[in-house]
């Protein structure tokens, strides 16, 4: 994890064209995050890169 961090995370909601690329860059950059989308398949597609996938905000 990047030392900068300090045990911050991020949330997206809605990983379509937009949240999809902003949820790259940032598990890319070594940010721990979490993401929620109407159609779950397309948050748990993420998992694989280290995202933690919820299927509703409610369980940030």
Known sequence: ???VL???QVA???????GG???AHLLGQG???RLCDLD???????EAF????LA???GW
Do not use: D, H, S, T
Request: proline share 9%; no cysteine; charged share 5%.
């Open 1 to 3: 994890m990047n030392p």
């Open 6 to 8: 300090n045990g911050f």
């Open 12 to 18: 997206i909601v809605g990983v379509g064209n937009m």
């Open 21 to 23: 690329g902003m949820a």
């Open 31 to 33: 940010w721990p995050l």
């Open 40 to 46: 779950p398949v397309k948050a748990r597609g993420f």
């Open 50 to 53: 280290g995202a933690v996938a």
């Open 56 to 58: 509703i905000v409610a």
